[in-house]
């Protein structure tokens, strides 16, 4: 099956800073979904993006449906703590049509 | 909120047993889904069913089948579990369309 190119794979930051990812793939989607697990957890949706071009808020993320319906990214503001963990994209084709990445381990020093 | 629940957190069998993982979700979905999700590999889709008694195999079936006996639930089997069946197993639901997936809270299977 297909995977996603997420990057980077880790990131290592200081609580307070701000963070990017992001995730590209050669097929277009029709929506583009990003997940956080934490360890020993199941993915928990964190937010779904569903027109090209437009920017999605959930309080301290951001996330970006590519225009060319290729890529997205998510941002993460002021990090704290609890933002630790794993962090997935997924591409959706159909109703039951899912692709992922590989996965951005974030870890956040206090 | 959409419920997925996963019968077992962590689960310890022996090799040749025949392993079942249940999934239960709440929301009426009609598309069900199971993965194995392995360190470095990423989630990879083992099956998935769109209604009742219809599967669909994903990338990696073999050594696995599948049960959808009513809309709500959703069995992963493991005939003959083995060793390189150890892996964290994660089902998701989701409605028909364009709708995005709900995990349950996975299984950590270990077979010895």
């Known amino acids: 099956g297909q995977q996603l190119n997420q990057s980077p794979q880790s990131m290592f930051i200081q609580e307070g800073e701000d963070v990017s990812m992001n995730c590209t793939s050669s097929?277009?989607?029709?929506?583009w979904l990003w997940y956080k697990q934490d360890p020993g957890e199941g993915p928990v949706l964190l937010i779904a993006l569903y027109k090209a071009g437009k920017l999605t808020s959930n309080g301290r993320l951001t996330a970006q449906f590519g225009i060319t319906r290729k890529d997205s990214f998510l941002n993460i503001s002021a990090s704290i703590p609890s933002d630790v963990g794993i962090y997935f994209c997924a591409g959706q084709l159909t109703g039951n049509q899912f692709y992922f990445g590989t996965g951005t381990s974030l870890t956040v020093i206090p | 909120d959409v419920k997925v629940t996963q019968s077992s957190r962590y689960l310890v069998k022996r090799t040749g047993e025949k392993v079942f993982l249940e999934c239960v979700q709440d929301?009426?979905?009609?598309?069900m889904f199971w993965y194995r999700q392995d360190p470095g590999l990423g989630l990879r889709l083992i099956y998935f069913?769109?209604?009742?008694?219809?599967?669909e195999k994903g990338d990696i079936p073999e050594g696995y089948s599948v049960s959808r006996e009513k809309k709500e639930r959703f069995s992963l089997i493991l005939e003959s579990a083995s060793t390189n069946q150890t892996s964290m197993y994660l089902c998701?639901?989701?409605?028909?369309?364009?709708?995005?997936?709900?995990f349950g809270d996975g299984t950590r299977l270990s077979i010895l």
């Open positions: 998701a639901s989701t409605w028909t369309g364009i709708q995005p997936q709900h």
């Open positions: 069913s769109y209604d009742v008694k219809m599967k």
């Open positions: 929301m009426d979905h009609e598309n």
């Open positions: 097929s277009i989607f029709n929506t």
